[in-house]
Nanobody
Framework: QVQLVESGGGLVQAGGSLRLSCAAS????????MGWFRQGPGKEREFLATINWNSAVTSYADSVKGRFTVSRDNAKNTVYLQMNSLKPEDTAVYYC???????????????WGQGTQVTVSS
């Protein structure tokens, strides 16, 4: 079992920055690929980024590439999402996930956090 708790969301003006954190407990965090996703109002859950166990491999959605950066600190059992140059369309609930996988039907994950709200005002 893995428990994930996101934090760091809030209200920010367009062009601003936020850093989200996801604290993990339970099964060995340092061996897990982690991911970030979001779900905007009336939209489906959207993939944002993944990071492998030792931070050697990261991947990003085109919509956030160059603006968002995923990182992790295995000593703190935490994964981060640094978000810069935020836009109103980035408004969503942001989720972290453990062991995300892209299947034919879409993204799946072994474990999900409860989400944290990010609101970007224009």
């Amino acid at each position: 079992q893995v428990q994930l708790v996101e934090s760091g969301g809030g209200l920010v003006q367009a062009g601003g920055s936020l850093r989200l954190s996801c604290a993990a407990s339970g099964r060995s965090f340092s061996s897990l690929t982690m991911g970030w996703f979001r779900q905007g109002p009336g939209k489906e859950r959207e993939f944002l980024a993944t990071i492998n166990w030792n931070s050697a491999v990261t991947s990003y959605a085109d919509s956030v590439k160059g603006r968002f950066t995923v990182s992790r600190d295995n000593a703190k059992n935490t994964v981060y999402l640094q978000m810069n140059s935020l836009k109103p369309e980035d408004t969503a609930v942001y989720y972290c996930a453990a062991t995300p996988r892209l299947l034919g039907s879409g993204w799946s994950a072994g474990y999900w956090g409860q989400g944290t709200q990010v609101t970007v005002s224009s």
